[in-house]
T-cell receptor, first 118, second 113 residues
């Protein structure tokens, strides 16, 4: 069964509103979670690394004030897309590794969230 | 900076033909992982290779890690329509002092029945 749960699976929102996406590790604690964005038929673009109890590390070009990440517990990370615009429409996926050493552990992905901003 | 490159971007095959996707890193990798993403789905972990020259098999899938640990390949023998999807390689790349799993752009496999 799924070890990482992501919610919602899809969301449609109006331009200017904010959307929160949740990512939960179901049967393990994840000190680190990764948030990706994927455009149709393209690769996974890492947006940020979510660290439990500390600030997220954002990749170059990703606006931290627009994509707010909170990792308040060892099993939950949230991504909030603030003041969403149509160009933010995309597929957002989170992932986590079972062990603290994420560099040599398989990543478990959530089902993804398809965001459409109208 | 460090990159993980993957080719080809797309591959069309007739059912029963073989398929190979190649992954290259600009630096030595401690390990390489392979994932499969079905259309409309999320990436699913397939395998991890750690040792230089390592070869692992999963039924019709053969994974190789190069001797220099800078390249890898995934070969599928006698493709089936169930093999359709995008195959990604991923390696830990040092970014800002931390290892970040970095994905290749993926190879989309299209199998024609």
């Amino acid at each position: 069964g799924a070890v990482v749960s992501q919610h919602p699976s899809w969301v449609i929102c109006k331009s200017g509103t904010s959307v929160k996406i949740e990512c939960r590790s179901l049967d393990f604690q994840a000190t680190t979670m990764f948030w990706y964005r994927q455009f149709p038929k393209q690769s996974l673009m890492l947006m940020a690394t979510s660290n439990e109890g500390s600030k997220a590390t954002y990749e170059q070009g990703v606006e931290k004030d627009k994509f707010l990440i909170n990792h308040a517990s060892l099993t939950l990370s949230t991504l909030t897309v603030t003041s969403a615009h149509p160009e933010d429409s995309s597929f957002y996926i989170c992932s986590a590794a079972r062990t603290a050493s994420s560099y040599n552990s398989p990543l478990h992905f959530g089902n993804g969230t398809r965001l459409t901003v109208t | 900076g460090q990159q993980v490159m993957q080719i080809p971007q797309y591959q069309h095959v007739q059912e029963g033909e073989d398929f190979t996707t190649y992954c290259n890193s600009s630096t030595t990798l401690s390990n390489i992982q392979w994932y499969k993403q079905r259309p409309g789905g999320h990436p699913v972990f397939l395998i991890q290779l750690v040792k230089s020259g390592e070869v692992k098999k999963q039924k019709r899938l053969t994974f190789q890690f190069g001797e220099a640990k800078k390249n890898s390949s995934l070969h599928i023998t006698a493709t089936q329509t169930t093999d359709v999807g995008t195959y990604f390689c991923a390696g830990p790349v040092v970014t800002g002092g931390s290892y970040i799993p970095t994905f290749g752009r993926g190879t989309s496999l299209i199998v024609h029945p």
